[in-house]
Nanobody, 124 residues
Framework: QAQLVESGGGLVQAGGSLRLSCAGS????????MGWFRQAPGKEREFVAA????????YYGDSVKGRFTISRDNAKNTVYLRMNSLKAEDTAVYYC?????????????????WGEGTQVTVSS
């Protein structure tokens, strides 16, 4: 059974917006920081954004700062990624993941749980 399930991906024109969601178990959302990563064809997976368990601390990759916003609703066991001003280079499979601590937010090897990903395609 998948621990994390992403949704909300799709095809959007450049300059448009999308909101991704990632739903998980109460056990994960009661204790874990959450992150979003993405992987474009032929490229390595890269860090996009992370949020602490409380939601107070957030971090972003340089390429998405000012355009993307991460948030979470622990009552709904869901983390979100709001993506504005989308560019063709944002095209990728987006993954959410759970990390025991926010202090290692950019270290994908330290995330314990991963979703299967959702495709985002931005047409130019």
């Amino acid at each position: 059974q998948a621990q994390l399930v992403e949704s909300g991906g799709g095809l959007v024109q450049a300059g448009g917006s999308l909101r991704l969601s990632c739903a998980g178990s109460a056990r994960i959302f009661s204790a874990y920081a959450m992150g979003w990563f993405r992987q474009a064809p032929g490229k390595e997976r890269e860090f996009v954004a992370a949020i602490s368990w409380s939601g107070v601390r957030t971090y972003y990759g340089d390429s998405v700062k000012g355009r993307f916003t991460i948030s979470r609703d622990n009552a709904k066991n869901t983390v979100y990624l709001r993506m504005n001003s989308l560019k063709a280079e944002d095209t990728a499979v987006y993954y959410c993941a759970a990390n025991p601590t926010i202090s290692t937010y950019s270290r994908e090897d330290l995330y314990d749980y991963w979703g299967e990903g959702t495709q985002v395609t931005v047409s130019s």
